[in-house]
């Protein structure tokens, strides 16, 4: 098992002892998504800290997109436990990039190799995302490359 899912079981456990319900559902829904991605191939694997940091961003990603859409229907209660729940996972994961740690990173990957045009769009995000890793969501890295490339 890896040490992060260690970590999460553990930490919902205390969440249940102390009887905080956001964070025990919060990561009881979370230890159910990196299950289901662990069943989701032909094989069961045990998934690396790597590969359940990317559920958590996803599962974080979902909940700001929730929340955002319960605000804009309305429904400020739902929305702010969205919020809540966004907030417990985000605290799992690595800091994110300012926007000029970001701009930095970019350049410094594109400056290694020939990208210019449309078709080096993709080559180009390739090297970004290795420069950034886990540190910036992949929407801002795609409009940070395409400002760079100037497309």
Avoid at 135 to 142: I, P, Y
């Amino acid at each position: 098992m890896s040490t992060l899912k260690d970590r999460l079981t553990a930490d919902m456990r205390a969440a249940m002892k102390n009887r905080d319900e956001t964070v025990t559902r919060t990561l009881r829904m979370a230890l159910a998504a990196i299950g289901n991605a662990e069943v989701a191939g032909k094989v069961k694997k045990e998934l690396s800290d790597s590969e359940v940091l990317a559920v958590l961003a996803k599962e974080a990603k979902k909940r700001a997109e929730a929340a955002g859409a319960f605000a804009g229907a309305g429904r400020p209660e739902q929305a702010a436990a969205e919020r809540a729940e966004e907030a417990v996972l985000t605290a799992y994961l690595p800091a994110q990039l300012s926007d000029a740690e970001l701009a930095e990173a970019v350049a410094g990957a594109l400056a290694g190799g020939d990208f210019s045009g449309p078709g080096a769009m993709g080559p180009a995000m390739k090297a970004a995302r290795a420069a950034v890793g886990d540190r910036a969501d992949g929407a801002r890295v795609s409009a940070e490359v395409r400002k760079q490339l100037g497309l």
